[in-house]
């Protein structure tokens, strides 16, 4: 009898790419058992998920080339097997779920016909392989299976999909089930249904379940054990609370230190000061749909404002709306006691410079084509009363080096650096223009926990030394308490409570804010675990 | 701060070093490029130095085959159906057919681009317009219109263009309008306006150059198109005439002759499809010399696989 279900040893696999050979995990080991969750959790670029890419088959050689270590299923070297055998494992003993659920399902066919096409694939008739489907539909909860087995997957939202990815994968009853970062482009309400659901199912089944994630929580929601994976190698590994408790390994220190939500929380700043923008009865509605309704409030100069709330809430709208990337339909924007929805094109042109924006993902807000002056130096071109250009070379170079870039970058361009370089410059650009206010859309939520924290530093920081004020979006609340002075959270297009940091914090008033805080996760295990028996009992007084 | 500027901001070699040297990395388009160069060259000063010798008929001479090379030299790719060396023909038409094909593509081009950017980024209003008069234009046979135009205007180089120009707008129309709008969604043009660029910033710093690329890649292959699409016209008697010459006439000229006189058609189709695979490989070199993510792949030395 083998050991461990599944045992990785010593593996390494190295990517020959142009630019010379990557090795992206280097002598890797580590195993799982049946009815346990091993969680690989590392930044991008780590290698976590080369190893489970590994397991299922899914590196495509060249340009990679296993280099060395075995895979062990069931005490058989699954390296060593040729593809049909390794076929028939995939998807019925082996599954694994992705990140995207929306990108892994086939757009043109019925849920229902691409949860049985797993088990045809593997020889069950027909009709057994329906009625299993729908046994599936109803255990991950898709509400009304019996009909929605013959709907498409545009007609679900993103949990359900992945739900419906997860009925996909439990099929043919695997005895593992890999999952890679099943839930990080979900909502925290759905990421904690999601979790739940999985560490079900996993009871009922026995299987062993391989959670790939970045995310500290969600390895104190689930996980039994943990791997740390840094820059290819196993940097730790350890059961849950020990490693989160006691780390030995400095990068995982540094991970943890990184983690947002323990500090001070900032105080509200003081009264008697006259607010820079005021939003009153702000409402957009695109044909009959409501996408923000009746929205008010203030930001004070220096002050950061967090708006949270799940997709879909209105927070983005509320941003373009306030950029006039989208007309208003009714309400008022009062900037200085200027109305911003009622601006004619050239007005707005002069308030372009006092109110920036940051985008979420900085790979798509920086043009491709551009180099980093060019994009820097736009801002002086497009107003050229801020600087005369002999002296745009200076101020650029001054920019980046604000930011913690060098002056040397500038003739690059944006593909060259990582994602925390490139939202860095993306903060240079919107500083060109010497801004007030700087609106961050979902601004960190795309980077590593450790560069959110130094990005969230730099952030601080520009407002401490020029006394920017920020319109912070977010969704990620431990993020939102270390760094908001206030907090808006919105419910559909409304905003259903406002007030200091701590006090929505501390002492929520609205069972959404309170839902939404009990969703979120906390990095500390036994945290987590108080957590899930409050959730457990939101949802007890709900029924 | 001041000596970091220095050492780190030294600026790039002149544009047209690093552009000379990226197109000495890719053999192909630097061939390319030499032959384009000769074409041209061919079609400057081509007429002014042959153009008596390619009119110069020779009765014994007729259909001469290639390769003998005890005739003049301008006779070594043969002679045509009245005895003209082909080789100096060939040269000579280079100008017409150069002129015709580089005037109607730039041409089409042009307007359709800037027809396209206007559909793509302005009003609804607009749009609607541009597109229905492109549907116009698209159900119309081009033949047809050709015949109509040409009818009722003389038939000229300058009309020629013209016409070849107008039926070609639609396809340059239509693919950078539905470029423009995916490209006009992107981030980086959300940015831009809320930097308070102006709408030509917008259309020509960044909508364009995604663009652009594209269009060059149409363009080379519609190069083809036109240059035979007028030996057609001018086969119809509403094109180019004799004593004129182009290579798609001389295409055409040779046609009866194909079974026994091969060399008729041959030669100016071989110079037809050198000019359009070299404006191929040259667009293809330009698409990855103009894309900052693909242009390492020109810049630095390549590595022997082992």
Known sequence: ??????????????????????????????????????????????????????????????????????????????????????????????????????????????????????????????????????????????????????????????????????????????????????????????????????????????????????????????????????????????????????????????????????????????????????????????????????????????????????????????????????????????????????????????????????????TQSLNPRMSVYDIVSEAFAIHPEILPKAKWKNRVCELLEQVGLEAGHMHRYPHQFSGGQRQRIAIARALALEPKLVVCDEAVSALDVSVQAQVIDLLNKLQQDMGLSYLFIAHDLPLVRDFAHRVVVMQSGRIVEQGPVAQIFDNPRMDYTRNLMAASLDPDPDVQAERRRARHQLQEEAV | MALSEQTFVADAPPAWVSILRMLWRDKFAFCAAVFLLVVILCALFGPTLLEDIATKQNLRGRNAAPFDFSLHWTMWLGGDALGRPLFARIIVAARNTMFIATGAVICSMAIGTTLGLIAGYSSRMASQIIMRLADVIMSFPSLLLAVIVLYMLAPSVGNLIVVLAITRIPVYLRTSRAEVLEVRERMFVQAAQVMGASTNRIVFRHILPVVFPTLVTIATLDFAFVMLAESSLSFLGIGIQPPEITWGLMVSQGRPYLTTAWWLSFWPGLAIILTTLSLNLLSNWMRTALDPVQRWRLETPRQKNA
Request: charged share 20%; hydrophobic share 40%; net charge negative.
């Open chain 1, 1 to 362: 009898m083998p050991d461990h279900l599944l045992e990785v040893r010593g593996l390494s696999v190295d990517f020959h790419t142009v630019r010379g050979t990557v090795h992206a995990v280097r002598d890797v080991s580590w195993h799982l058992d049946r009815g346990e969750c091993l969680a690989i959790l590392g930044e991008s670029g780590s290698g976590k998920s080369v190893s489970a890419s590994a397991i299922m088959n899914l590196i495509d050689c060249p340009p990679g080339q296993i280099v060395s270590g075995e895979i062990l299923f069931d005490g058989k070297n699954l390296l060593k097997m040729n593809a049909e055998a390794r076929r028939q494992l995939n998807g019925k003993r082996i599954a694994m779920i992705f990140q995207d659920p929306l990108s892994h399902l086939n757009p043109v066919y019925t849920i229902g016909f691409q949860i049985e096409e797993i088990m045809t694939a593997h020889d069950v008739p027909k009709d057994k392989a329906r009625a299993r489907c729908l046994e599936l539909l109803q255990r991950v909860g898709i509400p009304d299976f019996e009909n929605k087995i013959d709907a498409y997957p545009h007609q679900f939202s993103g949990g359900q999909r992945q739900r419906i990815m997860i009925a996909m994968a439990l099929a043919l009853k695997p005895d593992i089930l890999i999952a890679d970062e099943p839930t990080t482009a979900l909502d925290v309400t759905v990421q904690a249904q999601i979790l739940a659901l999985l560490e079900e199912l996993q009871q009922e089944t026995g299987m062993g379940l391989l959670l790939i994630t970045h995310d500290l929580g969600v390895v104190a929601e689930v996980a039994d054990r943990v791997v740390v994976m840094n820059s290819g190698q196993i940097v730790e590994t350890g059961s849950a609370a020990q490693v989160y408790r006691a780390p030995k390994h400095p990068y995982t220190k540094k991970l943890i230190g990184a983690i947002p939500g323990t500090g001070e929380m900032a105080a509200p700043l003081g009264t008697g000061i006259k607010p820079m923008m005021e939003i009153n009865g702000l409402t957009k509605h695109f044909g009959g749909f409501v996408a923000l309704e009746d929205a008010s409030l203030t930001v004070l100069p220096g002050e950061t404002v967090a708006i949270v709330g799940e997709s879909g809430s209105g927070k983005s709208t509320l941003a373009k709306t306030l950029l006039r990337l989208e007309d208003a339909t009714s309400g008022e924007a009062l900037y200085h006691g200027r109305d911003l929805v009622k601006m004619t094109a050239s007005e707005l042109f002069e308030l372009r410079r006092e109110i920036q924006m940051v985008f979420q993902d900085p």
